[in-house]
């Protein structure tokens, strides 16, 4: 059966909806800004706050040129509107199509929402700006119009819209909507065992649409059905991330593909994979490529944040499970040999070390929820991976999650997901990694298992952890 029944139920999003429904009830016209990576929940946020609004609603067209866009715009205009003027009108700019819309909504309840502006725009800022004087000088006019202006390409509207110089100062609101936290997903989920979900948020994130996919018998059969097969869902879903994103641009695909294939590299390993000179170019994709979630740049515990000697990893959870799984199986996918057995696509003890590492990485990503679960959460601190000598490579001496923390002590993270309550060996192991760190009289040190199976009365005897956090308390501190 699905994780999800098909009851009809709004999950989470709560401060975001309490943000939207400021907007609409300040007595003044809203221009709403709302952005997020593609699958993540945009639409059906905008749809949930305004459902007892009269809805325009305009959608770009991926890869179409401004003359397609606008035609399709006064398509979906006089649909709306079979009787007003526009049925014989024949716009040829963004200008007259906007000005075409504000006769339509000068009076009423409205809310104009306009999706996948990044396509509409065609990347460029000729739209903004010319939507920009309809905006001044008639939309605004009408205190209870709500202009929601939409898209799955976080640089864009960094960019182009809410860092333009012709919105400056306009929009109501800026919302940026990420993932599902991991609490929010349990309650999309149907409240699944914490195995369960943590197998499928680990696995492809918190992006809803990604999670209806998986089923709570088994995460990993469903994963393979729609990963191996020909045309399966995670199988193609690649291309349309980032096609949302960045168009059809070939160099962020690259730089994306080539940390997902080498795992992590410097600024100028990057560089020298896509042939591009490590300046200013470089610097935009790269900060492009955060602002959608994509990759993550990280700084050597050992190191200042503006250190030179940083490096790059994928962040986006799918992403990792494509690179790992789908990629290399790309062309065995699209011949169909694993179209009546998934399942030997991937290897379960394969997928399921894999699931170790991703159990580390979500971590990192939660290390202030961790640290308040800890109890030092008011306590400065930085946290991360920690290397021998900044050796990334040296995975023998890697501890999992460390704490540099301004009292004075390293809270030491030994991070393990597998089935088996963890034993006695794990001693020296946490033991090899502390001699890795640099020698202090001045440190205190804070061991602290996080563990998705619990230990074994063996290791509970010897009280060797300060502290051990389990699944239950990962998800309570969320």
Same mark, same amino acid.
């Given at each position: ?67 397609? &866009?606008?035609? &399709? ?50 990347? &460029? ?104 097969? /020909? ?111 998934? &399942? ?96 202090? /009289? ?19 005897? /010897? ?16």
């Amino acid at each position: 059966m699905p994780l999800r029944d098909g009851a009809v139920k709004f999950i989470g999003r709560r401060d975001e909806l309490a943000q939207l429904d400021a907007a609409q009830q300040s007595g003044e016209a809203a221009l709403i800004v709302v952005y997020g990576r593609r699958r993540v929940g945009k639409t059906t946020l905008i749809e949930h706050a305004f459902h007892d609004r009269r809805l325009l609603k305009f959608e770009g067209i991926e890869g179409k040129a401004e003359a397609f &866009q606008i035609a &399709q715009f006064m398509a979906t205009l006089r649909q709306h509107f079979p009787k007003a003027k526009i049925q014989q009108a024949a716009p040829l700019t963004w200008t007259e199509a906007f000005e075409l819309l504000a006769d339509c909504v000068a009076k009423g309840k409205w809310t104009v929402y306009l999706e996948e502006l990044q396509w509409m725009a065609n990347y &460029q800022p000729d739209l903004i700006s010319e939507f920009k004087a309809i905006w001044d000088n008639r939309l605004r006019r009408n205190p209870s119009l709500i202009v929601v202006l939409c898209g799955s390409s976080p640089s864009f509207f960094l960019s182009e819209v809410i860092r333009s110089r012709s919105l400056h100062n306009r929009s109501s609101l800026d919302l940026r909507l990420d993932e599902f936290s991991i609490t929010e997903a349990a309650e999309f989920l149907g409240k699944p065992t914490l195995t369960t979900l943590f197998d499928a948020y680990l696995s492809v994130g918190g992006i809803p649409v990604y999670l209806r996919r998986l089923t709570a018998n088994s995460v990993y059969q469903s994963l393979c059905e729609q990963s191996f097969r /020909r045309n399966g869902f995670f199988a193609d879903e690649f291309e349309k991330v980032f096609v949302s994103s960045f168009g059809n641009h070939p160099t962020y695909r690259q730089l994306v593909a080539w940390l997902g294939q080498k795992g992590q590299a410097t600024r100028e390993q990057l560089a020298e994979a896509v042939g591009l000179s490590s300046g200013g170019t470089l610097s935009r994709m790269l900060v492009d490529l955060e602002e959608c979630g994509f990759i993550k740049r990280v700084v050597p515990l050992d190191k200042p944040l503006e250190s030179l000697l940083s490096y790059y990893q994928i962040r986006d959870p799918y992403l990792h499970f494509y690179f790992r799984f789908i990629e290399p199986q790309r062309s065995a996918i699209q011949n169909g040999d694993f179209q009546r057995l998934p &399942q030997r696509a991937m290897d379960t003890r394969s997928y399921r070390q894999w699931l170790g590492s991703a159990f580390e990485r979500y971590c990192r990503e939660h290390a202030m929820a961790i640290a308040e679960a800890l109890g030092f959460s008011a306590v400065q601190f930085r946290a991360g991976t920690y290397f021998r000598r900044g050796n990334v490579t040296d995975f023998g001496a890697q501890i999992d999650l460390l704490y540099d923390r301004a009292d004075k002590v390293w809270t030491v993270c030994e991070v393990k997901y597998q089935d088996a309550p963890i034993g006695v060996d794990v001693i020296p192991e946490v033991e090899r990694k502390l001699q890795s760190l640099p020698a202090s /009289r001045r440190r205190s040190i804070h061991k602290v298992l996080i563990t998705a199976s619990g230990t074994t009365k063996g290791l509970q005897e /010897r009280a060797y952890f300060d502290r051990v956090l389990t699944l239950e308390d990962l998800v309570r501190w969320v």
